[in-house]
């Protein structure tokens, strides 16, 4: 099926997600664009923060929940 999705971002039918991450232990950041055809649009953005949290793996855990 990877082809008939190629198909459709190139015919700007659909469009493709993408999410970035950065991976920061105390303040982690997420973004989601699509591109559809040439151009990019916002999806959504966020952050996750564990600045009060002590303990590398308690954030850790916090971040993966």
């Not at 082809?3 to 039918?13: E, L, P, T, Y």
């Not at 973004?31 to 923060?49: K, P, Q, R």
Request: proline letters at 2%; a positive charge.
């Amino acid at each position: 099926m990877k082809g008939a999705s190629d198909r459709s971002v190139r015919d700007g039918v659909g469009g493709r997600k993408v999410l970035g991450i950065d991976p920061g232990s105390l303040v982690t950041g997420w973004g989601v664009v699509e591109a559809v055809g040439g151009s990019l649009g916002h999806v959504a953005c966020g952050i996750i923060a564990t600045a009060g949290t002590r303990g590398q793996g308690i954030r850790l855990s916090r971040i993966y929940r």
